[in-house]
């Protein structure tokens, strides 16, 4: 199944997009992240059919959501290493658009640092594949791929996300502290949103609000909810700000 978590705009206290994050809803073991299942399938050679499935199911709920009149929302998905080098990726999502009949906007693709840095040239042509489908791409996890910057301005990607493992500290580490202002320097330099993960307290969202970081998602805002659960909270949480 999936959840959802909501990524908040800084510049208009809206939320604007939601992360589809994959559950297994396991008879026994109850709902089950992640961490526990993805590199079984990743052995059993499931791991791209899973990935399609992911981005068709969270197409279809932003055109179910749309349906119920819920606009202005982007839907962000992960793509795993392997789908990122499978030939039929682009038709995959160009046919997933088509089918729920979203435009290109809708959709954000996110990549970790470290898949982007395994095959620079490959993942740039990929990307740029993708980013003529008129998607949005980003960068998760960043700050712990080691990247290389002179391949970082060549990849066409549009926002940065910056890992949680920099977040989780900034109150009290001063070495993470730098990491973030360093990132949120770097990455409107070169003209990239910045997105903040792992948002948790009040004391972290006003420091990375007075860094300039564009979008923040995180417990302090909501954690992954269930496709009801975050439509509810949409609808409330942008109808206070409006």
Not at 100 to 125: F, K, Q
Not at 166 to 173: A, H, K, N
Not at 202 to 207: L, P, Y
Not at 210 to 226: E, K, S, V
Request: glycine share 6%; proline share 4%; with cysteine.
């Amino acid at each position: 199944i999936l959840h959802y978590q909501p990524q908040l705009d800084l510049a208009n206290d809206r939320i604007i997009a939601v992360e589809a994050l994959v559950r297994w809803q396991h008879p026994e073991m109850g709902l089950v992240t992640p961490d526990r299942f993805i590199h079984v399938a990743e052995e059993m050679g499931l791991i791209v059919p899973l990935g399609e499935w992911v981005l068709d199911q969270a197409c279809a709920q932003l055109r179910a959501w749309r349906d119920m009149g819920l606009s202005g929302i982007r839907m962000c998905v992960n793509l795993s290493a392997r789908q990122l080098q499978e030939p039929s990726l682009h038709d995959s999502v160009q046919g997933s658009l088509e089918r729920h009949g979203l435009d290109a906007v809708d959709l954000e693709l996110e990549i970790t640092e470290s898949m982007a840095m395994s095959n620079p040239a490959e993942t740039i042509s990929r990307l740029k594949a993708l980013e003529a489908l008129g998607v949005t791409l980003a960068i998760d996890d960043f700050g712990t791929g080691y990247s290389s910057l002179s391949y970082l301005k060549l990849l066409p990607i549009h926002r940065l996300k910056l890992d949680r493992s920099f977040v989780g500290d900034i109150e009290t580490d001063p070495e993470d502290a730098s990491i973030c202002r360093a990132t949120a320097s770097l990455s409107h330099d070169l003209g990239l949103t910045l997105v903040a993960e792992g948002v948790e307290t009040e004391a972290q969202f006003s420091f990375l609000k007075d860094l300039g970081c564009d979008l923040l998602q995180g417990y302090w805002l909501a954690r992954p909810l269930p496709a009801n659960e975050a439509y509810e909270l949409i609808l409330r949480y942008n109808a206070m700000t409006r």
